[in-house]
T-cell receptor, first 112, second 112 residues
């Protein structure tokens, strides 16, 4: 099993550009989440999904969109990048009722 | 709401020293508690967890006990190695929910 995979590993954007961060998991987990990691702030939940076709907002959803058309994939879209979105983004998946989350390796995003 | 407070770092230790990282939490119900570890350049990995009061989680020589009376989940290791150098995150979830609340993280550096 590859576990949770994320692409790209690193991306530089200009303010106002859009892009999609990809996330896929091969563990047949129902739950998937996106977090951002900023220095001194731990990880903060952006959006999450409890199954295909179902998504909801987390703690810091503004400026991001998600969709979940399949169990495996959970892309995160930045609609119009801003310097405040410079961060490291992690995707995670889990099974219901366990609380254990499996994290991808992260995408480091720099917005100029 | 839920929140997690960790001792601030960075923490620098010599090999074979004793490590303690303090973690306290605030929650409305009876959360599950987790320690995640992030090695340099990688995503987070679950280190250990406890799901109810007085439970002790353990893994790789690390231990943490769920103390409801003090709302704490301190991480300890009796003899650290250079390979334990990482960022450690305390986290909680309500009812083994998919939504994790993270502490800010503590950077630990172990010197030979």
């Amino acid at each position: 099993n590859a576990g949770v995979t994320q692409t790209p590993k690193f991306q530089v954007l200009k303010t106002g550009q859009s892009m999609t961060l990809q996330c896929a998991q091969d563990m047949n987990h129902e739950y998937m989440s996106w977090y951002r990691q900023d220095p001194g702030m731990g990880l903060r939940l952006i959006h999450y999904s409890v199954g295909a076709g179902i998504t909801d907002q987390g703690e810091v959803p503004n400026g991001y969109n998600v969709s979940r058309s399949t169990t495996e994939d959970f892309p995160l879209r930045l609609l119009s990048a801003a310097p405040s979105q410079t961060s490291v983004y992690f995707c995670a998946s889990s099974r219901p009722g366990t609380g254990d989350q499996y994290f991808g390796p992260g995408t480091r995003l720099l917005v100029l | 709401g839920n929140s997690v407070t960790q001792m601030e770092g960075p923490v620098t230790l010599s090999e074979e020293a004793f490590l303690t990282i303090n973690c306290t939490y605030t929650a409305t119900g009876y959360p599950s508690l987790f320690w995640y570890v992030q090695y340099p350049g990688e995503g987070l990995q679950l280190l250990l967890k406890a799901t109810k009061a007085d439970d002790k989680g353990s893994n790789k020589g690390f231990e943490a006990t769920y103390r409801k009376e003090t709302t704490s989940f301190h991480l300890e290791k009796g003899s650290v190695q250079v390979s334990d150098s990482a960022v450690y995150f305390c986290a909680l979830s309500e009812n083994n929910d998919y939504k994790l609340s993270f502490g800010a993280g503590t950077t630990v550096t172990v010197r030979a």
